[in-house]
DNA sequence: GTCGTTTGCACAAACGATTGTGCAGTTTGT
DNA sequence: ACAAACTGCACAATCGTTTGTGCAAACGAC
């Protein structure tokens, strides 16, 4: 029932006002300065358009401008901690700027992440941030003939900014921890290394880490201290049983390459007596709080994913978009289950 | 290299293929065989705007048109369970009937909402998905005011459709089952409810479910039975020491209400002797799979975010937004401690 | 051979903004 | 008092589509 039926547009106000559209335009993107109409004209404009309740059309700005105001990112899914907390840095710096944050999943597909992109492209996004991508090689060929701006996060692509986690940095602290929290006679010890895949981006990083630190700290390692299972929880568990069974008892030292397979794990765990866990020490590459609530401690590397996306839009801020590789350190979280070494009280 | 430098528009087929750039237009939006295109002609212009990596210009199309194939959600925040696994649905039902989807959360800020919903609407989206609102009056004045249809999820809104978790059905259903569950001897039983606040639109109903259940099914219930102290973790694990320290013990029955209540509950229960849990059933709305690693079982209520988007997207297809109460029940998810029962392995 | 139909397309006007340019009137400089 | 400079704005083109309308040529019926 407020007016007409449609939004009002620059005519409206021009007609409403007397002055032209083009006055009115420059008044309400604020380029009236420049064009040197009278303060008070402009103000007059401004009130007219407020009490009519005006706002661009910034599908038409966008279409003059060939800007659209939006900012698109792609990633594998929403449901998942690392890439919510993404997205929910994404927007704030999105906002920071101005600019409308365009988010889309693409399921890990690389059909779905190659129209996604087209589209946001269609819709003339100043930016695509690409996190995790399957196939970084054609979203980059896509991007650069639209001659669109694109930084990939958390997995490289070529020949343009990559912001990643620092893999190595983060699998040595964290493998570097498991060491020295590990019982007095490291003489003997076989640290482990379980789940992931052997020649994924992250997962040969890692295992490469874990494999200089444990041969300059204990000064040998072998082939099958790398348990490269997969990411299946089940496919961990049954590993780690087997493993279990094979030295009698749970090794030394345990780094566990990502949350599944840290979850397949404990599916075995809980089939162990308590004690069991006395010599040894747990790591997990990725966090999830519920590490506070198990009965033993476990070091949980947290990858920093607000320190990805701001490095990710300082490097857009910068307008260079030439291939360079960004690292970001991932922090290490100390052990704070809630169980707090009150153990015994539940026997 | 490829190219000019810009993408080519219909106006660079028409030249190319030497017909009109409204025949290209028809031709390439599909509406070709009403105007009574030649079929040989549109396969030839197709051909060359595959050959030239022609797309549309959605601003341009959406201008035109006006409407822009984007369709809008605000929520609260990304990095929760809840709220990502929503995204996840709503693209997926976006995508489903080729739409763009754009979701942004505004953390719970009744300004950062307006201001939201204001830019989506400037960018002509054809819906805009409002869950959880906290001024959900001022945002159904906007839309309506600038004639977009909206519809509330999660929370209820006035004048528009809204689709919302069955608070009622869900707590009577966890009530009644926590009771079930309670040893025989239900006389004097005093259940207790924990968390919320109490005239929080989900957490009133869920008290008044509990409240009637616990009456049929008892015969009975004082008001210090529920103890809506909020959602802070620190004030319930306070609440509920002190509660076990008046009775001397766990109550018979916990309807804990929320995921974050239940954090704090849990730092008190992991300083109670394992015995502590035998006569007590525990359920919480809301549901976490970390549940699955806890000490005993716990009764979980899982919110239908599938059902709840794929509903309003039902209501969005029918085209009409007249006020409505969807309601979706929500999911009791039995409990799944992978401890199985074996806790006395662990003493 | 004439007169309606149909076919196949081109023309041009939108959509709502932005922006280069032009042009009266007023002010300033001398 | 006259040119130069400045002020304050309006005009019109433009961005890339879509879509109502017009108009020749080909076709059909008689």
Same mark, same amino acid.
Request: hydrophobic share 40%; charged share 20%.
């Given at each position: ?25 420059s008044v309400?993107?604020g380029s009236w300065k420049n064009r040197r109409i009278?303060a008070?004209?402009a ?135 498991? $060491?020295?929290? &590990?019982?007095? =006679?490291?003489?003997? /010890?076989?640290? +482990?290394?379980? #789940?992931?895949? *052997?020649?994924?981006? %992250? ?14 700290? $204990?000064?040998? &390692?072998?082939? =099958?201290?790398?348990? /490269?299972?997969? +990411?299946?929880? #089940?496919?961990? *568990?049954?590993?780690? %049983? ?33 004690? *069991? ?71």
């Amino acid at each position: 029932m407020p007016r007409k039926k449609q939004k009002p547009t620059i005519y409206d106000i021009a007609e409403v006002s007397g002055a032209s559209p083009s006055t009115v335009s420059s008044v309400l993107n604020g380029s009236w300065k420049n064009r040197r109409i009278r303060a008070d004209t402009a103000q007059r404009i401004r009130e007219i358009a407020a009490s009519q309740g005006y706002s661009a059309n910034l599908q038409a700005r966008g279409l003059r401008k060939a800007k659209s105001g939006l900012v698109g990112m792609i990633l594998p899914v929403h449901d998942n901690r690392f890439f919510s907390s993404i997205s929910q840095s994404f927007e704030a710096n999105a906002r920071e700027r101005d600019l409308c944050p365009v988010i889309a999943s693409t399921l890990r597909d690389p059909q779905e992440e190659i129209r996604t992109v087209e589209t946001l492209i269609s819709y003339a996004v100043e930016a695509v941030f690409i996190v995790g991508a399957t196939d970084p090689e054609a979203l980059h060929r896509i991007c650069s003939a639209a001659n669109v701006a694109h930084i990939f996060v958390d997995l490289p692509g070529p020949d343009a900014p990559s912001v990643v986690s620092d893999n190595i940095h983060g699998a040595r602290l964290l493998t570097q921890t498991i $060491l020295d929290e &590990m019982p007095a =006679d490291k003489g003997q /010890a076989r640290p +482990y290394f379980i #789940g992931g895949v *052997a020649d994924d981006y %992250a997962t040969s990083r890692r295992i490469e880490a874990f494999r200089s630190v444990v041969m300059e700290t $204990l000064g040998g &390692m072998e082939d =099958d201290q790398i348990i /490269a299972c997969g +990411y299946a929880p #089940g496919r961990a *568990a049954r590993e780690i %049983a087997a493993l279990c069974d094979r030295m009698g008892r749970l090794p030394e030292g345990l780094f566990v390459n990502s949350l599944t397979a840290f979850e397949g794990v404990l599916g075995h765990f809980v089939t162990l007596p308590h004690e *069991a866990f006395d010599g040894s020490v747990i790591g997990c590459y990725d966090y999830d709080p519920f590490g506070a609530f198990l009965r033993f401690p476990v070091h949980m590397m947290r990858q920093n994913s607000d320190a990805l996306i701001s490095a990710a839009f300082a490097q857009f801020d910068t307008g260079d978009f030439s291939p360079r590789l960004i690292m970001i350190k991932p922090d290490l979280i100390a052990p704070r289950t809630i169980y707090r070494g009150r153990f015994v009280e539940f026997g």
